[in-house]
């Protein structure tokens, strides 16, 4: 099973200011199976990235995925007030499907 | 518009059984791969099953394999997942995913439906 390890747990950050989010895996994941979810509180997870890098549809370009091997990160340009929420990455490239435990950005 | 209502979460003693079910519209349901993700309460997400467009292959995670089954209907465009001899560690919501790809079961999830919460207790 791949681990994926998020950090940092917690991101306290204003509206406006840049977020980088890290996973780390346990092994090697190709770049072609690696996504990030949004999830607000009270809703469903929202895909935001897959293949490291490419947007999901109707994802602004604010948000952007980036990495390789066993680092990748998600970057948030400039936070809006929408963005404060829980932030999961997940790798499917092999089976079990896992997911990082999660990165809440909080507003400082 | 892609939708997915789960519906079947309820109250359960441990030991006992539920079915949950998942009913999409908005696209063509044979054609994709379907999964359950579930989130205990305040936890993250964890996988816990994936089935075939046609219904014949099927994964499972390890913590409900031999426990949990999972089907679908397509002329009913509907997933489900029988839970039997549960686990008060089951307790969580149950969210069923749509994969992103055709024809392709392991892979990222476009759509997510809202949940349906499972509880496992005496």
């Known amino acids: 099973e791949i681990v994926l390890t998020q950090s940092p747990g917690t991101l306290s950050l204003s509206p406006g200011e840049r977020a980088t989010l890290s996973c780390r895996a346990s092994r090697s994941v190709s770049t072609t199976y690696l996504a990030w979810y949004q999830q607000r509180p009270g809703q469903s997870p929202r895909l935001l990235i897959y293949?490291?890098?490419a947007r999901a549809t109707g994802i602004p370009d604010r948000f952007s995925g980036s990495g390789s091997g066993t680092d990748f990160t998600l970057t948030i340009s400039r936070l809006e007030p929408e963005d404060f929420a829980v932030y999961y990455c997940?790798?499917?490239?092999?089976?079990?499907?896992?997911f990082g435990q999660g990165t809440r950005l909080g507003l400082k | 518009e892609v939708q997915l209502l789960e519906s079947g979460g309820d109250l359960a003693q441990p030991g006992g059984s539920l079915r949950l079910s998942c009913t999409a519209s908005?696209?063509?349901?044979?054609?994709?791969?379907m999964t359950w993700v579930r989130q205990a309460p305040g936890k993250g997400l964890e996988w816990v099953s994936a089935i075939g467009g046609n219904g014949d292959s099927t994964w499972y995670a390890d913590s409900v394999q031999g426990r949990f089954s999972i089907s679908r209907d397509n002329s009913k465009s509907t997933l489900y997942l029988q839970m039997n001899s549960l686990r008060d560690d089951d307790t969580a919501v149950y969210f069923c995913?749509?994969?992103?790809?055709?024809?392709?079961?392991?892979?990222?999830?476009?759509?997510w439906g809202q949940g349906t919460l499972v509880t496992v207790s005496s």
């Open positions: 293949g490291t890098s």
């Open positions: 997940q790798q499917y490239g092999t089976t079990p499907i896992t």
């Open positions: 908005g696209f063509t349901f044979d054609s994709y791969g």
């Open positions: 995913a749509k994969s992103a790809v055709r024809e392709i079961v392991i892979y990222s999830f476009d759509s």
